[in-house]
């Protein structure tokens, strides 16, 4: 087998910390064999590698034999002139290794295979430990949601907007609060969501300004945790004030599908049938999907998006659930079930839990109330 050959992109390379259990700016490792591996990194990093990575060997520049060739060439020479040490011409590398590197790589005189399974099989199947973290990371979310929503409750409504200590209540804020809370425990997430409407109609439309009374809040937190690096996914949509009718019947349709699409998860069914299942649900309570086969009225609320997909070092990643694809599931996937309705000039709902694929079913990661009241999170 040859040898695998990773550079780092930046600190999110999900590939790169799979393999060296290290999150780093920069760095090299090589895999010539099972438990014979190096990480290369700078005198920076070298003292932090040895503490948190699990590669059978670090090295630091000057051990390696690095030069500074410049961006791109000088970790392409360094990966160059430790395979032809082990008499290796030859390496595997990411798809997701930069344009550069691969480049020069090849310059090196390296016979470069782009990889294109390089462990998508072994990132699927998550370990017992992996779950853990990933379901640490859904309590996160779900902390973050309860404290987000407890500010909404505490609002007082004037002339249709959300006010709280005297000033409008807006995404900012909100955004502020939950990453707090986030950060006092250990995670992070930067792209959250916290989205009022009529602007929630665009699903991942991140939130600003003053929110709205009456009308639904999308809250979307996929944290991360600044050790392990693995996500969580939550979704939950709220209204301050009377809810709309409208947006009640579009709630009510999401949780029906929400529940349909976990009901039909199990190792071996196909992501596919999942996602057809949920768009089955909404266009039989009278909304509609971008789905062929299940585009529903026109004018209509619609889901927009797929149903759902896998969670781990990113947040999004295999497997999917939607079409045309089969898509089969595996035990130990862990993914997202996230139907939701969307209708521009209105507002949106979205409704989502993770979990994990077991063989005869869905294990649950997610607790959280389901309801639009923000007083039931209390």
Not at 129 to 158: G, M, P, T
Not at 173 to 187: D, P, Q, T, V
Request: charged letters at 25%.
């Amino acid at each position: 087998m040859k040898p695998i050959v990773l550079i780092a992109g930046g600190e999110g390379d999900a590939d790169f910390i799979y393999a060296s259990g290290f999150a780093v700016e920069s760095a090299l490792y090589i895999r010539f064999g099972e438990d014979d591996d190096v990480l290369v990194t700078s005198p920076l990093e070298i003292d932090r590698a040895r503490v948190q990575s699990k590669a059978s060997r670090m090295l630091g520049f000057d051990e390696a034999g690095y030069v500074d060739h410049g961006p791109f060439v000088s970790f392409a020479r360094l990966a160059a002139k430790l395979l032809r040490e082990r008499s290796a011409e030859s390496a595997r590398v990411s798809p997701r290794l930069q344009a550069g590197y691969l480049e020069e790589l090849r310059a090196a005189g390296i016979d470069v295979e782009v990889d294109r399974e390089l462990f998508r099989a072994e990132r699927r199947h998550k370990s017992a430990e992996e779950a853990q973290f990933i379901e640490a990371s859904q309590r996160a979310a779900e902390a973050a949601v309860v404290e987000v929503v407890s500010q909404l409750a505490q609002a007082d409504i004037r002339d249709g907007i959300l006010w709280l200590d005297e000033s409008p209540l807006t995404s900012e804020r909100l955004y502020a609060r939950a990453s707090l809370l986030l950060g006092e425990k250990g995670f992070t997430c930067p792209d959250m969501i916290i989205a009022g409407s009529p602007e929630c109609a665009m699903p991942h439309f991140r939130g600003e300004g003053p929110i709205r009374a009456g009308a639904p809040v999308i809250i979307d937190i996929f944290p991360s945790n600044r050790t392990t690096h693995y996500h969580g996914d939550l979704t939950r949509t709220v209204v301050v004030g009377e809810i709309p009718d409208e947006i009640r019947r579009m709630h009510a349709a999401a949780l029906q599908a929400l529940d349909a699409g976990i009901e039909s998860i199990r190792a071996g069914a196909a992501g596919r049938d999942v996602h057809q299942s949920v768009c089955h649900v909404l266009v039989d309570r009278g909304y509609g999907t971008t789905t062929k086969g299940f585009e529903g009225a026109n004018g209509v609320a619609k889901m927009t998006h797929s149903t759902g997909h896998g969670v781990g070092l990113e947040i999004h990643e295999d497997p999917l659930l939607r079409g045309p694809d089969e898509n089969t599931l595996l035990e130990g996937d862990v993914v997202t079930v996230e139907p939701g309705l969307y209708l521009m000039g209105l507002g949106g709902v979205r409704v989502e839990d993770t979990g994990m694929v077991t063989k005869d079913g869905f294990k649950n990661f997610t607790t959280l109330t389901r309801s639009l009241d923000p007083r039931d999170y209390l």
